[in-house]
């Protein structure tokens, strides 16, 4: 697939995604953290990656209020300030604090850089944000290789793409420094990749 035609196909999945409504959008994510929420991998993780919903995303966040004895971390885009020489933009993981976000120059919310760094080889799971996903485990992100260049970082972590059933492809583009998911939280519930 070529550069223009993985763009195009982003950009088709954006839109499937925008046309969501706002109560069938809440309504997703209440079945995706219910999912999750009631399942046996979730409990045994005491360190959770999860990503801050934006532009119309599904949301996480009541998981992080219904369960507060996990340890819960959120990421945010080092800047060019941070970047040691030759370096590539990358994310850092911060303790979560919803007193403590901050908008990014893109527009999403993220922790301020004053919280608690958390090193990836800690995160147990990882919920994994993404424009589209296929039942092989790949996933479409936005672009940026933010999350192909930190999911190697967290190990065995267990790693779920997060998304609705809409944006479950049959495939979708993958290049061999692309990273799979293990697992997607769709509204129809959990599907192991293969």
């Known amino acids: 697939?070529?550069?223009q035609e993985k763009a195009d196909l982003r950009r088709r999945c954006n839109e499937i995604r925008e046309?969501?409504?706002a109560p069938e959008a809440q309504k997703s994510s209440q079945k995706v953290?219910?999912?999750?929420?009631n399942w046996s991998t979730f409990h045994k993780a005491a360190t959770i990656l999860t990503f801050?919903?934006?532009r119309n995303e599904i949301d996480p966040s009541p998981l992080f209020d219904g369960w507060p004895d996990k340890r819960w971390l959120a990421p945010r885009i080092a800047e060019s300030t941070e970047l040691v020489r030759g370096q590539r933009p990358h994310l850092v993981l911060h303790l979560y604090d919803s007193t403590k976000l901050v908008p990014h120059r893109f527009g999403m919310l993220e922790p301020d850089a004053s919280?608690?760094?958390v090193d990836p080889?800690?995160?147990?799971?990882v919920l994994v944000p993404g424009v589209a996903f296929d039942r092989q485990g790949g996933r479409l992100g936005y672009g940026g290789g933010f999350y192909d260049r930190?999911?190697?970082l967290t190990g065995d972590a267990v790693r779920v793409g997060v998304t609705y059933d809409e944006l479950v492809l049959d495939a979708v583009p993958m290049e061999p420094w692309d990273c799979r998911v293990?697992?997607?939280?769709t509204p129809a519930g959990l599907i192991r990749t293969k």
């Open 115 to 117: 919280l608690a760094t």
């Open 52 to 54: 801050l919903a934006f």
């Open 150 to 152: 930190l999911l190697p």
């Open 1 to 3: 697939m070529s550069i």
């Open 182 to 185: 293990d697992w997607l939280a």
């Open 19 to 21: 046309r969501i409504s």
């Open 121 to 125: 080889s800690e995160v147990e799971m």
């Open 33 to 37: 953290c219910a999912h999750l929420s």
